[in-house]
């Protein structure tokens, strides 16, 4: 229930609709549950009139209620549905902002916890799930009971013997709609979730889809959906099959009830009570089907709920504290005893107690084999994760003492799975820096060495970017990465293997172009070649967690076996070229 609540929250500003939606629905079935009496005193009056003239006051008297009713309860019917897709769009609107919003709250570790297309499922799919149980709640939940109850009060005012109908049909229908219910709701919840699977294939295929063409996976991943898709399409299919059902079950309680009444009714009452006798019936069973509807679709929208809740209330694990430093003095960067892990129940630490002092201004190299912690050790600069033990320091205050936001502006990382989002060039670039002028722009760009490319396009800085980024080169793209990350004007620019897809005369140009017009900023350049960091005030080595080296290029030259391997293989490999 309190699921349901916090979900439900999302009515927002909407909530007159919602809260109207079921007055008028509850209203259109009380004015409906009118017109039966008044057909019913009709045909009595009719039957009962032998040789009298018609007395036609009391016919138009009649014919008007009837209109009345009926008009009265059509508007009550076409508010109530009008009222009730406002709501419902409200709500899908309000929940998917709340979504989205709460998704931009989460740290990194957040989100590893949750994959790409899981989050886009739970906002689309599940939300979509949670709107059609809400929709028919709204819609059903108070007008069924209503018409159930009345329709019973009513029936029992004209005969207390034929309830008994009532009562042996009811049980009869609600044990068949629970059957029902029983072995369906296993395969549409088993169909729900490989709506997530299918979504998941599709999306990681059309992410991927350059790797899957060059690697000729198309046969094995069109296998891959029709496998999962067709588990989706039994599923579903099995599911209607049970439901188809309801219908025979439905009639055959309508018509085992119409059969009742007559003959046990033929001799009691009136024929026009016979008459509401079974409208009353017809109600009643109807009602009942519509309740066992809404209860099936708050059943196969509950994984939904819990999914859109689990993101709902996920604890942001990194937020700026109270009383946030708002200032950071300068670049230096310091590291305490600092250890990391990113799964809690893994023995191995990811970042084993690492001490490491950077002075301000300075530029520092990172080098280290694949896996060997790099990315990690500068993610936390950034406070993109918090140690778990010891401190990181940068401008002398600890990082989990800075508003995030101050912090984040003053440590640049271009990341090294950088990204670059669907717009124009500029626009992208203005992520650093929304006022930036076209001049900052073209100095960074400039340093960045992505002048010219850019300056080649047709539309040259208005050049739109496609999502992801697909229509430049990965050069291109890394430069216009480090472009960004320098307009920020930061006072710690972190070049996370930044790199590695341009060639070493530009990565040179990169670098000097820094050196000169970013002299201030601290400079911390993890690469894959020594050349990239050789003029580094200080060049780290990093292996399997922990710093082994640490020194300038001439000191790690003379000191440093894993340097000197390093220095020597690389120079073996360009003499091969
Ligand atoms: N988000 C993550 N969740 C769990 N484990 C991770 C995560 N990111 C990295 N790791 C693990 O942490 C270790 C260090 O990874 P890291 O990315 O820091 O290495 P790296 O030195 O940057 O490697 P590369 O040169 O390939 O970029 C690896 O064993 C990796 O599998
Ligand atoms: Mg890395």
Not at 420 to 440: Q, V
Request: with cysteine; net charge neutral.
């Amino acid at each position: 229930m309190k699921k349901i609540m916090t979900l439900y929250k999302s009515v927002g500003k909407y909530w007159p609709f919602a809260v109207l939606t079921p007055l008028f629905m509850v209203g259109e079935a009380i004015l409906e549950l009118q017109i039966p009496g008044r057909i019913s005193n009709i045909i009595t009056y009719l039957q009962n009139l032998g040789e009298q003239p018609i007395d036609s006051a009391f016919m138009w008297g009649e014919a008007l209620w009837l209109i009345v009713f009926s008009l009265a309860s059509m508007a009550c019917g076409v508010l109530g549905a009008l009222f009730g897709s406002r709501a419902s769009a409200g709500f899908s609107a309000n929940l998917k902002n709340r979504l989205f919003r709460k998704v931009q709250t989460f740290s990194f570790s957040n989100i590893d916890k949750y994959s790409s297309s899981s989050l886009i499922t739970r906002m689309n799919t599940d939300v979509q799930w949670v709107n059609m149980s809400f929709s028919m709640s709204i819609r059903m939940i108070f007008r069924s009971p209503t018409i159930f109850a009345y329709a019973l009060i009513k029936a029992s005012r004209i005969s207390k013997d034929l309830m008994l109908v009532y009562l042996i049909a009811i049980p009869i229908l609600v044990v068949g709609l629970t059957l029902i219910h029983v072995f369906a709701h296993p395969q549409f919840e088993a169909g729900v979730k490989k709506v997530d699977k299918v979504n998941e294939v599709v999306e990681e295929n059309v992410r991927g889809v350059r790797v899957v063409k060059s690697f000729t996976r198309e046969e094995d991943e069109i296998k891959k959906f029709d496998r999962e898709n067709n588990l989706l399409y039994k599923y579903f299919k099995r599911g209607q099959t049970i439901v188809q059902f309801t219908s025979p079950l439905m009639m055959i309680a309508i018509y085992t009830v119409i059969l009742l009444i007559v003959i046990i009714g033929v001799n009691r009452i009136e024929s026009g009570q016979i008459y509401e006798m079974v409208t009353y019936s017809l109600n009643i069973l109807i009602a009942l089907n519509m309740l066992s509807m809404v209860f099936t679709f708050m059943v196969i929208s509950k994984p939904s709920r819990e999914r859109i809740y689990e993101v709902l209330t996920e604890v942001p694990t990194i937020k700026s504290p109270e009383n946030a430093v708002e200032e950071v003095k300068d670049g230096s960067v310091e590291f305490k005893n600092v250890f990391f892990k990113y799964n809690l129940e893994s023995e191995k630490y990811v970042l084993n107690n690492i001490n490491l002092k950077i002075n301000s201004g300075e530029t520092v190299g990172i080098l280290g084999t694949t896996g060997s912690s790099k990315t990690t050790l500068i993610s936390l600069i950034a406070r993109l994760y918090d140690t778990l033990d010891g401190d990181v320091l940068v401008g002398g205050v600890n990082v989990k003492d800075y508003d995030l936001e101050v912090l984040r502006d003053a440590v640049s990382v271009v990341l090294q799975k950088n990204q670059l989002f669907s717009g124009s060039i500029i626009d992208n670039l203005r992520w650093g820096k929304e006022d930036a002028t076209l001049d900052e722009i073209k100095e960074a760009c400039k340093i960045a060495q992505a002048s010219s490319f850019i300056e080649a396009m047709p539309n040259k800085y208005e050049s739109k970017i496609e999502q992801g980024g697909s229509n430049v080169s990965g050069g291109q793209k890394q430069r216009l990465c480090i472009a960004r990350a320098i307009l920020k004007d930061p006072k710690i620019l972190i070049l996370d293997d930044s790199m590695s897809a341009v060639d070493t005369k530009t990565d040179a140009l990169i670098r000097a172009g820094l050196k000169e017009y970013k002299k201030d900023i601290t400079k911390i350049i993890v690469a894959q070649r020594y050349m990239s960091v050789q003029d580094a005030d200080k060049i780290i080595i990093i292996d399997n967690g922990e710093i082994i080296d640490c020194g300038t290029h001439e000191e790690l030259l003379k000191s440093s076996k894993t340097y000197q391997e390093i220095y020597h293989s690389q120079n073996q490999e360009a003499s091969h070229e």
